[in-house]
């Protein structure tokens, strides 16, 4: 299923890289607040925009609250779409961000002709 | 005299060691209750439809682990647990927003934290909980599953497992409660019980309570459900 277009900033690119350096592992929200250094809400909001363009997924982990005497979390996991999608926005975003090159290399052969 | 000194050094040392130990626990019970309240109110910031999914289902559980995961140091926790329930307080009403765009989004959040289908048709958040509303089905009483109530002594809400409203409008509560051996939930109820009762909610009157440790008890499950029906009169 092709995901939305969702909105691109480099918060959004943080926590994807995240998810990109184990594509099929789920993350906790506050592993990812960790790993990203985004704040809680910023976090969310931006868990929220990907599942609903349908990037992510969300599920209850599988345990016995009782048992394991602690609320199940929730897991946040890439979609296969979402992972294409994502690898190919951060591929543009760091050729949007690299550096330029210095001026003599820019200006090659030309320019040592100078 | 020197003698009587050797045996109750130690024994008042012991005794003073247990105190300390136990205002440190108290201490640290308290100073848990502040990012647990914060995140309460940024969860009143939430659109209804999302207080379940988004506050009980991913929030809670994370303030929960920061608080009390492995690594959770006394300070430590409550600086983390602080960040991550004001931080949510702030933008709540965002992440709320975001969420709205989709409906099915939502239908699919609210269904990953209540997984279970009763025989009326409604999902609910556990396997006990599927037993005592098919239970409550079975004997004709009407009961709906976590719907909010608002004080009418005490500001704030409530979300109570399941009301039972009765022929002339008069309503019980049934609470189960799973967890009690988890100091913070038992924490948690024994404030809620309090709420209940500052706001005309009375044990064993319009509010009835089983709880489980491992497996459920079925019989208590019939009985309550007995007792709420003669208490809907």
């Keep these: 299923m092709p995901v939305d277009e969702v909105r691109f900033t480099t918060t959004v690119a943080r926590v994807l890289r995240e998810f990109l350096e184990m594509p099929s592992e789920p993350c906790y929200g506050f592993d990812l607040m960790r790993a990203t250094g985004l704040a809680s809400g910023t976090l969310y909001v931006i868990l929220a925009r990907l599942e609903r363009a349908g990037w992510l997924t969300s599920e209850q982990e599988d345990i016995d609250p009782v048992a394991a005497k602690r609320p199940a979390r929730r897991l946040y996991r890439l979609t296969p779409d979402g992972a294409q999608a994502a690898r190919q926005e951060l591929a543009e975003l760091s050729e949007k961000l690299r550096p330029p090159l210095p001026v003599r290399s820019r200006l090659g052969y030309q320019g040592e002709a100078l | 005299m020197r003698a009587v000194e050797y045996v109750l050094g130690p024994v008042v040392a012991v005794l003073l060691a247990a105190i300390g130990e136990l205002v440190s626990a108290e201490i640290r019970a308290r100073l848990d209750r502040i990012p647990l309240a914060l995140l309460a109110m940024a969860a009143r910031r939430l659109p209804p439809e ?63 934290a209540f997984p279970h289908r009763t025989i009326r048709g409604e999902l609910v958040r556990t396997k006990s909980e599927v037993v005592i509303a098919n239970c409550l089905h079975s004997i004709g009483l009407h009961y709906e599953y976590e719907r909010g109530l608002e004080g009418t002594a005490d500001q704030g809400r409530r979300v109570p497992d399941f009301t039972i409203i009765g022929g002339t409008g008069n309503v019980v509560l049934w609470e189960h409660l799973g967890m009690l051996d988890d100091p913070m939930y038992a924490e948690h109820w024994h404030r809620k019980l309090a709420w209940y009762a500052r706001n005309g909610f009375e044990l064993n009157k319009n509010l009835f309570v089983t709880s489980q440790i491992g497996s459920l008890d079925m019989r208590a499950v019939e009985t309550t459900a007995k007792k709420v029906q003669k208490a809907l009169g």
């Design chain 2, 50 to 112: 999302q207080y379940q999914a988004l506050y009980v289902g991913a929030w809670l559980p994370e303030l929960h682990h920061v608080l009390q995961g492995d690594q959770a140091t006394p300070i430590t926790r409550l600086i983390h647990g602080i960040r991550f329930a004001a931080s949510l307080w702030l933008l709540a009403p965002m992440v709320g927003r975001e969420l709205a765009g989709d409906v099915r989004d939502t239908q699919h959040l609210a269904y990953q």
